[in-house]
Nanobody, 122 residues
């Protein structure tokens, strides 16, 4: 079964940092665009960031620009999301998924992982 597996979530205080990982299971992701999304309770799923297969092109939603950094290590079959200066409004379940072009539109993505919870609270 082709799927992605997220990890690295947790509870962190405002201003803190977390690094999320997205690992591929059953396939290699070096040819895929990978996107990170998040969904807070009662809200729609929101595109956070995406990275091209080469890693040369990235995109971020305005609310995380300057705080989050997406990167990938194709040798480790993993994509990362470094999250700094976290805010309570970043609290959500974070998901990764794959597609062909770097966009923050969720419907074009597939192979969704199960998500990892990020909670920012004092």
């Amino acid at each position: 079964q082709l799927r992605l597996v997220e990890s690295g979530g947790g509870l962190v205080q405002p201003g803190g940092s977390l690094r999320l990982s997205c690992a591929a299971s059953g396939f290699t992701l070096d040819g895929d665009v990978i996107g990170w999304f998040r969904q807070a309770p009662g809200k729609e799923r929101e595109g956070v960031s995406c990275i091209s297969s080469s890693g040369l092109r990235t995109n971020y939603v305005d609310s995380v620009k300057g705080r989050f950094t997406i990167s990938r290590d194709n040798a480790k079959n993993t994509v990362y999301l470094q999250m700094n200066s976290l805010k309570p409004e970043d609290t959500a379940v974070y998901y990764c998924a794959r597609t062909l072009a770097c966009t923050l539109r969720a419907p074009v993505y597939g192979a969704w992982g199960q998500g990892t919870q990020v909670t920012v609270s004092s």
